[in-house]
Nanobody, 128 residues
Framework: EVQVVESGGGSVQAGGSLTLSCAAS????????MAWFRQASGLEREGVAS???????YYGDSVKGRFSISQDKTGNTLTLQMSDLKPEDTGRYYC??????????????????????WGDGTLVTVSS
């Protein structure tokens, strides 16, 4: 059974930093795409950043230059480093993985509810 567990959420003031981690286990085959989504209250879930098996990374326009996604060599740990946080970054952040081809933000938008594997999310609150 695949398990995906996020950690690292919390409350910070605007301009601060947080690092989210995602620990996954149980994969038979390592998924091609691993991603971070977030969902703010009353809004749809959106893709924030993703990393493909070839190492290529994708970022949403609102987080480019502020967030950095990385994966360890085993592929089982995914990290999202977030800096210069803004109140609009507030939301529940989900780690997700998928074995299908592709990992772009456009594909994440299409898959925002049906990625193959999901964690339960970790809450990030940014106060002004």
């Amino acid at each position: 059974e695949v398990q995906v567990v996020e950690s690292g959420g919390g409350s910070v003031q605007a301009g601060g930093s947080l690092t989210l981690s995602c620990a996954a286990s149980g994969y038979r085959t390592l998924p091609r795409c691993m991603a971070w989504f977030r969902q703010a209250s009353g809004l749809e879930r959106e893709g924030v950043a993703s990393i493909y098996f070839d190492g290529y990374t994708y970022y949403g326009d609102s987080v480019k230059g502020r967030f950095s996604i990385s994966q360890d060599k085993t592929g089982n740990t995914l990290t999202l480093q977030m800096s210069d946080l803004k109140p609009e970054d507030t939301g529940r952040y989900y780690c997700a993985a998928d074995s299908r081809l592709g990992c772009s933000l456009a594909l994440l938008a299409a898959r925002r509810n049906d990625m193959e594997y999901w964690g339960d999310g970790t809450l990030v609150t940014v106060s002004s």
